[in-house]
Nanobody, 124 residues
Framework: QVQLVESGGGSVQPGGSLRLSCIASGFTLEHYAVGWFRQAPGKEREGVSCISKTDGITYVMASVKGRFTIFRDNAKNAVYLQMSSLKPEDTAVYYC?????????????????WGQGTQVTVSS
């Protein structure tokens, strides 16, 4: 069964850290670009970060640059989003998808369906 599952969300105080996981089953994730998105209540979904398919180039949106890092662990068939110095405005449901393409300064998505996502709440 082909599946992509997000996990690792939770509730943290401002300044805290979380590592989100995007784990694939039924296919090899390293053959795909992978993107992370988030959607806050009442807001549009936005692309947060992406890692390219072939050369490992990463894209990070401006508002999280220097705080979020995307990386792969091919042995675990996973892509992670390490989030540090979290702010209340990072509160959202976070999703991952392979229906993306990216370079260092651009990020495109053509996602047809979304998973359940993982909730991140940053609050004091």
């Amino acid at each position: 069964q082909v599946q992509l599952v997000e996990s690792g969300g939770g509730s943290v105080q401002p300044g805290g850290s979380l590592r989100l996981s995007c784990i694939a089953s039924g296919f090899t994730l390293e053959h795909y670009a992978v993107g992370w998105f988030r959607q806050a209540p009442g807001k549009e979904r936005e692309g947060v970060s992406c890692i390219s398919k072939t050369d490992g180039i990463t894209y990070v949106m401006a508002s999280v640059k220097g705080r979020f890092t995307i990386f792969r662990d091919n042995a675990k068939n996973a892509v992670y989003l390490q989030m540090s110095s979290l702010k209340p405005e990072d509160t959202a449901v976070y999703y991952c998808s392979t229906e993306v393409a990216c370079g260092s300064t651009w990020f495109s998505e053509f996602v047809k369906s979304w998973g359940q996502g993982t909730q991140v709440t940053v609050s004091s």
